[in-house]
């Protein structure tokens, strides 16, 4: 098949509409650095913390709303191995959403972070903090390989290009966008993007309803026809392993920068959570023209498409169902929405990953480990050089996969195993943890997750778990909720170490050194968080109405 000349322009015209409007915000963004009495780097970084609401609610579900999402949807409820019951983005989504407004909102803000990693240095310190990063930037890496690779099979279906071209032109867009206005551009950028993911999958439902070569999907919703039944099965022993899946999603999205980015950006508290609360209604709503694709795709016979046989599933091409369906089951016009739909969903995700691991390569480890005394232009220079390299990063590895369901899966269960544990005790258990515990938590996570495996990247399954299935090639079936499991014991072991290290202290075996600095907790013996201004005020009215009627009786 030639290149199709039609197709190819309609993205260059797509992509020139996004860098248009990404200059536009770049512009807003040195206006803004004007007026603005904070620092140039925090500017980029956190837009000056007063993005309009609409643009924050749209920039928090863009940022969710990728190819990796749509793409994956898709190929699971189109993998007769698995089906409706197993897609579990728009449930995973919507929890994070809401338990993200209700708990991590208020915390994040209440002392002006600007990165995820800022409370690790507060807490632990700089070398800690460092260690802690190294999860944080894989899983952002995974994150912009995966839906990267979205964009290259779709417009190597249907286009016909090689996907390393379309990989590198996507990767170059986002980048260059995200360097010249930091996340102003990124978020203005991520209206225009769901405005057209919204419209162009939708646009294209119709057209995949009504092929003619489909059965009827609510038959094929129970009944094997083609291919197993795409409303798919959850047996009673795969209860524990879908939980597992579910929680991986709702948990480990609130250890990503780019929720906090997103939070921190906003004007007040409350706008934060509504910006949480409609992105957990958007999220799903985003995704049913993907479940949709994918039950209809089920209920196809191949054979009668302009595809052929055997089966996309039986070629090994589940992951590009999607560009599939619009290629074969749409005509040529609608299938350029959806594949503008398609590339708008990997752009708005790309440039906010992008954005992520920079800000904290240049704030927390350039300013505030290797060089202390670095200007404001210098931090800028290095979170641009690294959002260059962060992109190469990603597209090289969007070419090594053909799952993007799996890199999807690999980047939140690295974020989940590792740094769930080291959030959830650092805002909510501060006071009885330190950098022993964090330290030996960290390392028994990395352990346990490599001894469990994971046989689709080449890691050996070692450990034996309960209810594991031995299978054909020898690999083990995992059933058991590993992935939480790994996350609770490394979180027990965070606080047992702690709470060691502070009883051989106080027996001496321990040397702990104070630190001059009050607002840091680096002192062993001193587990409590630190109070912010509103603390002060309690503790004071506190003081006042308890102690001092008793020290005047006394008197």
Aim: positive net charge.
């Amino acid at each position: 098949m030639a290149v199709n000349w039609l197709g190819l322009l309609s993205i260059g015209v797509f992509y020139m509409i996004v860098l248009g409007t990404g200059i536009w915000a770049s512009r807003k963004s040195k206006h803004e650095e004007k007026k603005c009495t904070g620092k140039r780097s925090e500017v980029a970084m956190v837009g000056g913390r007063n993005l309009n609401i609409w643009v924050s609610i749209f920039t928090m579900t863009a940022t969710w709303v990728g190819g990796g999402y749509i793409l994956g949807n898709a190929e699971v409820v189109y993998d007769p191995t698995k089906g409706l019951v197993w897609a579990i983005g728009p449930i995973g989504y919507t929890m994070n959403m809401i338990l993200g407004g209700l708990f991590f909102v208020k915390p994040v803000r209440s002392k002006n972070y600007v990165t995820l990693m800022d409370p690790f240095q507060e807490k632990y310190g700089n070398t800690v903090a460092a260690v802690l990063f190294i999860p944080a930037l894989l899983g952002d890496i995974l994150w912009i390989g995966c839906i990267l690779g979205a964009l290259g099979g779709t417009v190597s279906v249907v286009i016909d290009i090689s996907p390393a071209l379309a990989v590198g032109v996507s990767a170059a867009v986002a980048i260059l966008y995200t360097l010249m206005g930091g996340l102003y551009s990124v978020a203005y950028t991520d209206v225009i993007q769901l405005g057209f993911v919204f419209v162009g999958l939708w646009f294209c439902v119709p057209f995949i309803l009504t092929s003619p070569s489909s059965a009827n999907f609510t038959l094929t919703a129970v009944t094997k026809l083609h291919q197993e039944p795409w409303l798919g099965k959850l047996e009673l022993e795969d209860a524990g392993r879908w939980i597992d899946d579910i929680l991986l999603l709702a948990i480990s999205g609130i250890c990503y920068q780019v929720f906090y980015q997103r939070v921190l950006s906003c004007a007040s508290d409350t706008q934060a959570k509504i910006t949480c609360y409609a992105g957990a209604v958007l999220c799903p709503v985003l995704a049913i023209p993907s479940l949709i694709t994918g039950a209809v795709a089920a209920s196809i016979n191949w054979n009668q498409t302009t595809y052929g046989s055997p089966s996309p599933y039986e070629q090994g091409q589940a992951g590009m169902i999607l560009p599939i369906a619009l290629q074969h089951l749409c005509p040529f016009y609608v299938s350029l929405f959806g594949m503008g739909a398609l590339a708008a969903a990997v752009m708005s995700s790309v440039d906010s990953a992008l954005l992520s691991a920079s800000s904290q390569m240049g704030r927390n480890i350039f300013k505030n480990i290797i060089y202390k005394q670095a200007s404001e232009t210098a931090v800028l220079m290095v979170v641009k050089v690294s959002v260059v390299l962060c992109g190469l990063m990603g597209a090289g590895l969007a070419l090594t996969t053909r799952s993007v369901y799996l890199l999807w899966i690999v980047g939140a269960d690295l974020v989940y195993s590792m740094l769930t544990p080291q959030v959830t005790c650092t805002f909510f258990l501060s006071r009885w943890v330190n950098k022993y515990g964090a330290c030996s938590g960290f390392v028994l996570a990395i352990a346990l997750r490599a001894l469990v495996g994971e046989p689709a990247i080449g890691l050996p399954d070692v450990l034996p778990l309960p209810w594991d299935k031995i299978m054909e090639d020898g690999h083990r079936h995992r059933l058991f909720p590993f992935r939480t499991a790994i996350m609770l014991i490394t979180t027990g072991a965070i606080l047992l170490v702690s709470h060691f290290a502070v009883w051989l202290s106080e027996k001496r075996l321990v040397k702990g050194k104070r630190d001059p600095d009050p607002k840091k907790d680096t002192y062993m013996h001193y587990m409590a968080p630190v109070l912010t201004d509103s603390s002060f005020v309690r503790l004071n009215v506190h003081f006042k109405s308890h102690f001092l009627p008793e020290y005047f009786t006394a008197l």
